[in-house]
C-alpha cells in the first residue's frame, strides 16, 4: 500500500537524484625532497713558510715588475745582481732602476714634459712612464722621497708624490703601484741634513692614507731597519753612514718584496706555475 507521506516520497525522489561516485581520481604521491648536493670544498692553499719564501718558491711573483728610485733602489739593484750570480733565479726577472741624486721633483718634471727624463735606463734617461712602456711592466715599486723632505713639507711631498702617480697611472691604467715608505737616515746624519724623524713619521703616515685611498700598496721598510728613535740603525748602514742600507738591511728589503707576492698567492689571485 502506497505511503500517503508526501514528505517520505519527496525525499526519496532527491535520494534518487545524488549522482554515484565511481571513479576518484588517486592523489600523487608528495614528492620526497631529495637531499641537498654535498659542496666540492674549496681547493686549499698550500702555505709557504719563510724558508721556501726566502729560497725564491714565489720569485717567479716578480715577473714583469720593475724598481724605480734613487741611489738607495740603485743599492738594491747591485745587491740583486749580486744574488743572480750564484746561479739560481733571484726575484724572477724583476728589474731595479736607481738613479743617483733623483727626487719626486724632478721626476714629476719630467712625466710633465717641464724637463728631460730623469731616469737612467739603457744608457739614457727617461721618464718613469716610457720604463714601464719599454719594460712592460705590470708592477711598478717606487723608492723615492728622502730627498724632498729637504724642501718640501709634507703635504707638498704626498701632494707631488700623488701627481707623479696619477700621470704614470694615465698612460698605464693596469699598472700596479707599490709605494716604498720614505727611509730613515742614521742619527748623525739626520741631524747634518735636519731630517728629523717626526716629519719623516708623519709623511709615512701620509703616504700609507694616500695609497689607501687611491689602491696603491704601501710597504713599510723603515720601521723594520729602524731603531726606537726611529733612526737607520747603524748594523744596517752602508759605509756612508747616511741613508743606504747594507746587505744585512737589504736582505730584509727583499723579504719584504716577498712578503707582497706571498701575500697574493694566500690570497689566490697569483700562483706559481708547475
Request: hydrophobic fraction near 35%; proline fraction near 6%.
Amino acid at each position: 500500500m502506497p505511503s500517503s507521506d508526501p514528505s517520505a516520497e519527496a525525499m526519496a525522489g532527491v535520494q534518487d537524484e545524488v549522482p554515484t561516485v565511481t571513479d576518484v581520481p588517486a592523489e600523487e604521491p608528495t614528492a620526497v625532497p631529495s637531499e641537498e648536493p654535498t659542496a666540492e670544498p674549496l681547493p686549499t692553499i698550500p702555505p709557504v713558510c719563510d724558508e721556501q719564501l726566502d729560497e725564491g718558491y714565489l720569485d717567479a711573483w716578480f715577473n714583469d715588475s720593475v724598481i724605480v728610485g734613487d741611489s738607495i733602489a740603485g743599492g738594491l739593484g747591485g745587491y740583486v745582481t749580486k744574488e743572480r750570480q750564484n746561479d739560481r733565479p733571484f726575484l724572477g726577472n724583476l728589474r731595479v732602476i736607481g738613479t743617483s741624486g733623483m727626487t719626486l721633483k724632478k721626476a714629476l718634471a719630467a712625466e710633465k714634459k717641464e724637463t728631460t727624463g730623469q731616469v737612467l735606463f739603457r744608457s739614457r734617461f727617461m721618464t718613469i712612464s716610457e720604463v714601464v712602456e719599454i719594460t712592460r711592466a705590470k708592477r711598478l715599486f717606487l723608492m723615492i722621497g728622502l730627498r724632498d723632505l729637504e724642501w718640501y713639507s709634507v703635504e707638498k711631498l704626498v701632494s707631488v708624490y700623488d701627481q707623479l702617480i696619477s700621470i704614470i697611472k694615465t698612460d698605464h691604467p693596469d699598472l700596479r703601484i707599490y709605494v716604498h715608505s720614505i727611509m730613515p737616515t742614521v742619527k748623525d746624519y739626520a741631524r747634518q741634513a735636519h731630517l728629523d724623524y717626526e716629519t719623516r713619521k708623519t709623511a709615512n703616515e701620509k703616504l700609507r692614507t694616500l695609497c689607501e685611498e687611491k689602491g696603491y700598496t704601501y710597504l713599510e721598510l723603515s720601521d723594520l731597519v729602524c731603531d726606537e728613535e726611529g733612526f737607520l740603525k747603524y748594523e744596517y748602514s752602508g759605509k756612508d753612514y747616511s741613508w743606504h742600507p747594507n746587505d744585512l738591511g737589504k736582505a730584509i728589503w727583499v723579504k719584504l718584496l716577498r712578503s707582497c707576492a706571498r701575500d697574493e698567492y694566500y690570497a689566490g689571485v697569483w700562483k706559481p706555475e708547475n
